[in-house]
């Protein structure tokens, strides 16, 4: 967290997963589409508290965040979002079930 010490920052690349490129873009697009600033997701994320950022990776961190902000800004509901989660995961684990191959 900013302002404690944690030790040298590694400096090592990594190659990103999938998803947490699809989180880069997302904060990207919806920030763009002025549904949240910096600022908002700044604020949720220092929100979270110390025990977040022991327990949840950067990227889930900021999805989090993102998803805070969408709905405080009324793009959808957690009721929405709730239904559209129980839809995906209905689908199946993989890709193959959710497509039917």
């Known amino acids: 967290m900013g302002g404690t010490a944690a030790g040298p920052v ?3 690349q990594h190659d990103f997963h999938l998803w947490e490129k699809r989180v880069d873009a997302l904060m990207v697009l ?5 549904h949240f600033t910096v600022d908002g997701l700044r604020r949720v994320l220092e929100d979270m508290g110390a025990d977040a950022f022991e327990t949840m990776t950067y990227y889930e961190r900021w999805i989090a965040a993102v998803n805070q ?32 191959d």
């Open 10 to 12: 590694p400096s090592e």
């Open 30 to 34: 919806c920030s763009t589409k002025g």
């Open 69 to 100: 902000n969408l709905i405080e800004a009324g793009v959808y509901t957690t009721a929405e979002l709730g239904r559209r989660m129980s839809e995906v995961a209905a689908r199946g684990q993989t890709y193959g079930e959710a497509t039917g």
